[in-house]
């Protein structure tokens, strides 16, 4: 069998896996990364579109911001309605802080230019991906390569940054891992669409008929969500149908705003669901991003804390392997768990104070609690401040 000797070994090619292989490899610790999927499937997914502020610092302090800096969007907030009435949160006046528009098919295409250009191993295409010895401090991971042949990468820790259904959530030992999760009575139809937003920054929408989200990815690319029963056929949403709800439950002619349709490019049902896994370390098998914690996508928060574990777990592998300083890595699972959990409880409160549960109790609480959050400068900071992102060491 092929061997490969490195100090890291990455399993996954997600945003988590390629920026901790970079923020590695910037202090001289050398890393091999593994993937399932092709290169060309990994960039083109479309999914994540908000950069929280302290993301963006983390991008732009290891050198990966130039694109962004040309082509994102810099909001200062977000509008907030339901019918008949939308308030703009302001969270630069609020907080200082700001979110961008740019979306994981950016960031992911800027972390691949900027590995290919460092000569990055990547392993493509593998197949049978297994963890071994991570008690012991020569864990390795085997796997069948694009070619058919069997390889092992030995190294000194692994990270698992294999996203929602990959392997190394389960190498942590059953008896030793906790996990908790909640699952939605509601999904998201997503589509993108070739037209210019009808709005300058998102709008997150309460309506009878169901949640809507107006996003964008560009100055010709809008991103629109609206709430669905679970198991939606995508089928049963026409593209006509789909502008009539939106422009229904996006509030097309309330004061004077318009929503314009556009030819719809792309269309997916995104179930919802929160998952945490803990520790987020087992002997030297390190979890992050989606791999050990899932976040349902209202508030944007689902990349975000993939960079934030890695932005954590970069400087704790550097000392660990560098000095042999265990005290960040031994802290890593509980200060990364600590800033995981606020992002949990955000998106679910996000979630259940926008989405239609069926119950009319909930509907009044969600009202009232809207009215607080637009009315009311504290409660407004409060939403601002865990949007626009709580700073990396929180
Ligand atoms: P991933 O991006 O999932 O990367 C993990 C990688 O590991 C994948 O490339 C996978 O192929 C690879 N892998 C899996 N198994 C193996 C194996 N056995 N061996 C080797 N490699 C393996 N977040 C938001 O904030 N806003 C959104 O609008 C949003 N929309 C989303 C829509 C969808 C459909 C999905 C699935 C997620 C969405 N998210 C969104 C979440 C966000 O995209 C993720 O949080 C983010 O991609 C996490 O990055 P990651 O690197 O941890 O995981
Ligand atoms: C997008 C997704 C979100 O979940 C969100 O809260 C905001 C924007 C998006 O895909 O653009």
Redesign the pocket.
């Known amino acids: 069998m092929d061997e490969t000797r490195t100090q890291v070994a990455i399993?996954?090619?997600?945003?988590?896996?390629m920026l901790l292989s970079h923020l590695l490899a910037a202090e001289g610790v050398d890393s091999v990364v593994?993937?399932?999927?092709s290169e060309e499937y990994?960039a083109s997914r479309i999914?994540?579109?908000?950069l929280e502020q302290s993301t963006v610092d983390l991008l732009r302090g290891s050198g990966l911001a130039e694109r962004l800096e040309d082509e994102g969007d810099r909001h200062r907030g977000i509008y907030l309605q339901w019918p008949e009435e939308r308030h703009h949160l302001d969270f630069e006046k609020l907080t200082g802080r700001s979110v961008w528009v740019y979306g994981?098919t950016e960031v992911q295409k800027d972390l691949v230019a900027a590995r290919k250009a460092d000569d990055q191993a990547v392993f493509y295409e593998?197949d049978d991906?297994t963890l071994d010895d991570v008690e012991t401090d020569r864990p390795s991971v085997t796997f069948t390569d694009a070619d058919g042949a069997p390889h092992r990468v030995v190294a000194d820790v692994v990270a698992g940054?294999?996203?929602?259904?990959?392997?190394s959530r389960a190498a942590v030992p059953e008896g030793e891992r906790s996990t908790w999760e909640k699952v939605y009575p509601y999904s998201w139809l997503g589509v993108l669409a070739d037209v210019a937003p009808s709005t300058d920054e998102l709008i997150y929408a309460w309506h009878p008929d169901g949640f809507a989200l107006h996003s964008m990815r560009s100055e010709t690319v809008s991103r629109l969500y609206l709430q669905v029963p679970n198991d939606t056929p995508v089928e049963e949403w026409s593209d006509d149908r789909i502008w009539e709800s939106l422009a229904t439950r996006l509030g097309h002619g309330q004061d004077g705003w318009t929503l314009t349709p556009g030819p719809i490019t792309e269309k997916s049902v995104?179930p919802m669901r929160s998952f945490v896994q803990t520790p987020m370390r087992h002997g030297r098998l390190f979890l992050?991003?989606?791999?050990a914690h899932i976040v349902p996508?209202t508030g944007?928060?689902?990349?975000?804390?993939?960079v934030s574990d890695v932005g954590l777990l970069a400087p704790a592998l550097v000392a660990l392997l560098q000095t042999g300083d265990s005290a960040l890595a031994d802290a890593y699972s509980d200060t990364a768990l600590r800033r995981v959990w606020r992002c949990t409880h955000f998106s679910w409160w996000m979630t259940t104070m926008l989405h239609q549960s069926g119950d009319p109790f909930d509907r009044q609480l969600q009202l009232s609690q809207l009215r607080w959050v637009t009315g009311s400068d504290a409660g407004a900071t409060g939403l601002a401040e865990n949007y626009a992102g709580l700073p990396l060491g929180y």
Not at 300 to 306: Q, R, S, T
């Open positions: 399993i996954g090619a997600g945003p988590a896996g593994v993937e399932t999927r990994v999914r994540a579109g908000i994981q593998i991906t940054c294999d996203g929602t259904f990959g392997p995104l992050a991003g989606d791999a996508p944007a928060k689902g990349l975000n804390l993939a």
